[in-house]
T-cell receptor, first 114, second 109 residues
Framework: KAGVTQTPRYLIKTRGQQVTLSCSPI?????VSWYQQTPGQGLQFLFE???????NKGNFPGRFSGRQFSNSRSEMNVSTLELGDSALYLC?????????????FGPGTRLTVT | DAKTTQPTSMDCAEGRAANLPCNHS???????VYWYRQIHSQGPQYIIH???NNETNEMASLIITEDRKSSTLILPHATLRDTAVYYC??????????FGTGTRLKVLA
């Protein structure tokens, strides 16, 4: 099976702009999660979607939003970008089966805000 | 979800077994333990997970103590490519991982 893919891999934006990142999960996986990784805060959970519904959300401002489509692909959006939003954004997918919840991560999108 | 505690860093000689400990003293009965590693800011790579019993796969072995308050990830024959940050995570139905700072493993030639 193909792994989790994320596009674009690298992105440079200016403060105040908005950005949309895309994630395609492993075929058959219905759960998609997003994480932000920065040198100062490490890996932090943003949100998780399953069958187009957000089931859990991390402690991030409302500028961070996401959605999931019927084919399980997911997008996350960050509006009014700030310098501190520069980070590696990771997407992970899972096919949780009423028990273990191992997630498989994509390569990430590296966002730089100038 | 239970919090995990790991040593900040460890060294291991190439070819020797690397034993990475993790403390999760507040774990509850239905919480799984997962291990991931991250190399050079790539996406974290799944290694192994377990609930109560010890587990082994082609990458590693996971030893969970009987009281489940701690676990050890064992890489049986460490290679230079195993140099990475290793994360121990506990999750219980919240559909999210809480990553700690992990253990930075350095495999020495």
């Amino acid at each position: 099976k193909a792994g989790v893919t994320q596009t674009p891999r690298y992105l440079i934006k200016t403060r105040g702009q908005q950005v949309t990142l895309s994630c395609s999960p492993i075929s058959g996986h219905r759960s998609v999660s997003w994480y932000q990784q920065t040198p100062g805060q490490g890996l932090q959970f943003l949100f998780e979607y399953f069958s187009e519904t957000q089931r859990n959300k991390g402690n991030f401002p409302g500028r961070f939003s996401g959605r999931q489509f019927s084919n399980s692909r997911s997008e996350m959006n960050v509006s009014t970008l700030e310098l501190g939003d520069s980070a590696l954004y990771l997407c992970a997918s899972s096919d949780r089966d009423n028990g273990a919840y191992e997630q498989y991560f994509g390569p990430g999108t590296r966002l730089t805000v100038t | 979800d239970a919090k995990t505690t790991q040593p900040t860093s460890m060294d291991c000689a190439e070819g020797r077994a690397a034993n990475l400990p993790c403390n999760h003293s507040t774990i509850s009965g239905n919480e799984y333990v997962y291990w991931y590693r991250q190399i050079h800011s790539q996406g974290p790579q799944y290694i192994i997970h377990g609930l109560k019993n010890n587990e082994t796969n082609e990458m590693a072995s996971l030893i969970i103590t009987e009281d489940r308050k701690s676990s050890t990830l064992i890489l049986p024959h460490a290679t230079l490519r195993d140099t990475a940050v290793y994360y121990c995570i506990v999750e219980s139905g919240t559909y999210k991982y809480i990553f700690g700072t992990g253990t930075r493993l350095k495999v020495l030639a």
